[in-house]
Nanobody, 123 residues
Framework: QVQLQESGPGLVKPSQTLSLTCTVS??????????WSWIRQPPGKGLEWMGA???????YYSPSLKSRTSISRDTSKNQFTLQLSSVTPEDTAVYYC???????????????WGQGTQVTVSS
């Protein structure tokens, strides 16, 4: 059973960089042909796919967030990370990491999810 767990600060100041880590257990992030995504849900809004890193290490980003987003991985720790720069209060959301069997911007395509972590952007 694959399990994902998000970790990181719950409060970030405006203009700073948000950094979150997803730790995966029960499966390797290098296993063909899975994609490991970051997805967020602002209060009162729907799920938004932010980007993904593939089993190969290739990265893919939402066009609307590409200029501020970076996803990387540490295969020795079976972790992947999200960095979102220049955050504003509009980046306040519950952030999820998830696994998908193929590359898709549709969050519904993910088959395993972390429990989510609340990140608030406020001074």
């Amino acid at each position: 059973q694959v399990q994902l767990q998000e970790s990181g600060p719950g409060l970030v100041k405006p203009s700073q960089t948000l950094s979150l880590t997803c730790t995966v257990s029960g499966g390797s992030i290098t296993t063909n042909y899975y994609y490991w995504s970051w997805i967020r849900q602002p209060p009162g809004k729907g799920l938004e796919w932010m980007g993904a890193i593939a089993y190969s290490g290739s990265t893919y980003y939402s066009p609307s967030l590409k200029s501020r987003t970076s996803i990387s991985r540490d295969t020795s720790k079976n972790q992947f990370t999200l960095q979102l720069s220049s955050v504003t209060p509009e980046d306040t959301a519950v952030y999820y990491c998830a696994r998908g069997p193929h590359l898709s911007m549709d969050p519904a395509s993910s088959d395993y999810w972390g429990q989510g972590t609340q990140v608030t952007v406020s001074s």
